[in-house]
């Protein structure tokens, strides 16, 4: 069978597409990728070059009364018009959308001409885009059961957030891992991470925890984006602390079975990603995600014990420095969380997505 997946904009709506886009090739059907003409997609894209993509000129929705409106309206019939040419010219046997503005096109367009259309929701709480996109599909496949009470008129399932291939098969050892970074396998392993782009106010709060966290016997890696990786560096190197800073890595599976404890935002993906590895979490919410979903995101995995939660607006330095020191003594504390990470999300998601896909087609 045939398959359009639209996954652009955000590491968190592409990685999952591409997870499920695995599952279905790896089953012998044709998958074609929509995404955005972002270069996280195009980089993302590179390790990935035997899967059909096709880029589209999707942006966000500005306000109503907004003169991006114009702008919006215009890139949207763009974006409508490229996928109906894609379908009249290969018509798939099932559309999905794994959220944001890149989704709304590809849905529309299946809607059309009556096509099967779905919508994946990792987050909580979904945001405008999904709200809208839900209205041209059959159902919604959600990564919380939380999130099922806003799609009341549509049904839903819960499959969890699909995990790349890459890190759900064949992740190396611990020591492995660390060697691979240069890490001594023998000290405690911090990864800092702030999603595919890095995230400013976690990369500055981890430059002033620099000094406070140097006594410890502590080493970071820390995936900092492109604009603050020297500014991090210099910070962990004049503190005495062994660390390796990357502007964006494509090789998580060396990366999260090195680490024993994580500071992260909290964006469905990366929880996903944290769930399947079992990585006990500081999860500091980005404070301007729409619909907050971040911290509703974060929650989830407080009440489960898997994660604590720190708000960026009321964090200081030293504040997590002591936080992250007080959790890394008890390793206990470490074990019972991982246990609560593993427990929250389902280790086949991208196979039951897929499965959503095809059976509905048989």
């Known amino acids: 069978?045939?398959?359009?997946?639209?996954?652009?904009?955000?590491?968190?709506?592409?990685?999952?597409?591409?997870?499920?886009a695995?599952?279905?090739?790896?089953?012998?059907?044709?998958?074609?990728?929509?995404?955005?003409?972002?270069?996280?997609?195009?980089?993302?894209?590179?390790?990935?070059?035997?899967?059909?993509?096709?880029?589209l000129p999707s942006i966000g929705l500005p306000s109503a009364f907004s003169p991006a409106m114009v702008t919006f309206l215009r890139r949207l019939w763009e974006s409508l018009r490229k996928c109906g040419t894609a379908y009249?010219?290969?018509?798939?046997?099932?559309?999905?959308?794994m959220g944001g503005f890149?989704?709304?096109?590809?849905l529309m367009a299946a809607r059309r001409r009556g096509i099967p259309a779905y919508l994946h929701e990792s987050n909580a709480i979904p945001g405008k885009a999904n709200r809208l996109a839900a209205q041209?599909?059959?159902?919604?496949?959600?990564?919380?059961?939380?999130?099922?009470?806003?799609?009341?008129?549509?049904?839903?399932?819960?499959?969890?957030?699909?995990?790349?291939?890459?890190?759900?098969?064949?992740?190396?050892?611990?020591?492995?891992?660390?060697?691979?970074?240069?890490?001594?396998?023998?000290?405690?392993?911090?990864?800092?991470?702030?999603?595919?782009?890095?995230?400013?106010?976690?990369?500055?709060l981890m430059t002033q925890a620099a000094p406070h966290l140097a006594a410890a016997d502590l080493q970071i890696v820390h995936l900092s984006g492109e604009r603050d990786v020297e500014t991090?560096?210099?910070?962990?190197?004049?503190?005495?602390?062994?660390?390796?800073?990357?502007?964006?890595?494509?090789?998580?599976?060396?990366?999260?079975?090195?680490?024993d404890l994580a500071v992260s935002r909290s964006g469905a993906a990366?929880?996903?990603?944290?769930?399947?590895?079992?990585?006990?979490?500081?999860?500091?919410?980005?404070?301007?995600?729409?619909?907050?979903?971040?911290?509703?995101n974060a929650e989830i995995f407080s009440r489960a014990g898997a994660a604590r939660i720190q708000a960026e607006r009321d964090a200081t330095g030293e504040g997590l420095a002591r936080l992250l020191l007080s959790m890394l003594e008890s390793r206990e504390t470490l074990a019972t969380m991982s246990a609560s990470a593993k427990a929250l999300a389902p280790r086949d998601a991208a196979a039951r997505v897929a499965a959503v896909l095809t059976e509905a087609q048989a």
């Not at 009249?88 to 999905?96: E, I, K, N, S």
């Not at 890149?102 to 590809?106: E, L, N, W």
Request: one cysteine or more; glycine letters at 10%.
């Open 1 to 20: 069978m045939k398959f359009a997946i639209a996954c652009g904009g955000t590491g968190g709506h592409l990685f999952p597409g591409l997870a499920v």
């Open 22 to 55: 695995e599952v279905l090739r790896a089953q012998g059907h044709e998958v074609l990728l929509f995404v955005s003409e972002k270069e996280v997609d195009a980089r993302a894209l590179r390790a990935h070059p035997d899967l059909p993509s096709a880029k």
């Open 88 to 97: 009249d010219a290969d018509r798939p046997h099932a559309v999905l959308g």
């Open 102 to 106: 890149t989704s709304i096109a590809p």
């Open 136 to 204: 041209f599909c059959r159902a919604v496949l959600l990564g919380f059961d939380d999130c099922a009470k806003h799609f009341p008129k549509r049904p839903t399932q819960v499959t969890g957030t699909p995990i790349r291939r890459e890190l759900a098969d064949n992740a190396p050892t611990r020591e492995e891992a660390c060697r691979a970074l240069g890490l001594d396998p023998q000290r405690t392993t911090l990864l800092v991470m702030g999603g595919s782009q890095g995230a400013v106010g976690i990369n500055a």
């Open 232 to 259: 991090v560096r210099a910070a962990y190197h004049g503190a005495g602390i062994r660390a390796v800073v990357l502007p964006f890595c494509d090789r998580m599976q060396e990366v999260y079975p090195a680490a």
């Open 270 to 296: 990366s929880l996903g990603e944290l769930s399947w590895f079992g990585l006990p979490s500081v999860l500091v919410p980005f404070p301007y995600a729409a619909e907050d979903h971040q911290r509703l």
